[in-house]
């Protein structure tokens, strides 16, 4: 049973919580932001299912709200940030705009971050950068859920890239996507529906095939005993190696299980922005952009239309934004549970 609450409720609702826990309002509003617009548009993984983690993190001191950022080194068109355990929203929406800010100076500029936090969903702060008509990559890692071809352990996470576009039509060009085969939200959701997973989304450590979620999670939370494969075939765990060697190689952040292993998160994160116009004409390129994205809507061998990445994450927020969004029952008695602790009032 799902109940329909105005997306405004929800994000007064969280600001007052964060704010009964010490966050200040501007950080507030920050984060509450970064889940009311995931759930927007649908991918409710990163909304406010998240909401309770957040909370829990800054009680228990992984996530130090009064700590603040260092920039350790800052040559050129690169930045080396130490984000001191602070909020991982925080840490990427000040470091994309060091990085913005430097690569309208040098047409190309790269960020990386240390000691961070988790930040929510990564295509919102792409979608911020494109105000400045720029292409935006964003990358982090965490600690290890995947494990690589024919290993008996995992090393890598499900380590998400995010790139951002701009082009001349309403919605932009935007890729956001775990580099394992499956991200484990989608584990999360097999599990509270009572559904088994997909064959070969999980295996064990001699690559037994694993269906049961709940088997999967509880491994990933205690013994390890389960584990997620990287995306499609054994070429493509490239991905997530890539996205270590740019978080963690170069950020001099931690890796592997020292991401979390004493206490305080050492998450790293990597930036890159491009200014198109030191390499043409804002208009030219949108032009040419709107080119690709009419000749992926009607590649179709049926002349039916093809829906290119964000089309259908736009058309959801438009529809959500004007209606309400929908909630299962059961997290809105976890919502319930908090608002009894914090005693801060509901309105749905």
Known sequence: MKKKIQSEKIKDFCERVFGKIGLNHEDSKLVTD???ESDLRWITSHGINRFN???KAIKKGDINILSCPKIISQEWATTIIDWNHCLGQKAWYIGMQETIRIAKKYWVAITTVKNSNHYGIAWYYSMMALKEDMIWISMTNTAPLVVPT??????LWTNPISVAVPTGIEYPWVMDFATSIVPRWKIEVAAKLGKKLKSWWAVDSDW??????HAVLNSLETVRLWWILPMWTYKWYWFATLVDILCWVLSWSEFWKWVYSKGEPKVGHFFMAIDITKFM??????IRMNLLMWMLHWSHK?????????????????????????FDREFLDILDGIWEEHWVNTSW
Do not use: G, Q, T
């Open 34 to 36: 970064v889940l009311v």
């Open 53 to 55: 983690r957040y909370i």
């Open 150 to 155: 024919f290993w008996k352990e995992a090393v």
């Open 208 to 213: 037994n095939n694993c269906l049961d979620p």
């Open 281 to 286: 004409n804002i208009e030219e390129f949108k």
């Open 302 to 326: 049926n002349n039916s239309k093809v829906f290119v990445h964000w089309e259908k994450e736009y058309l959801e927020h438009k529809k959500r934004s004007s209606e309400w969004i929908p």
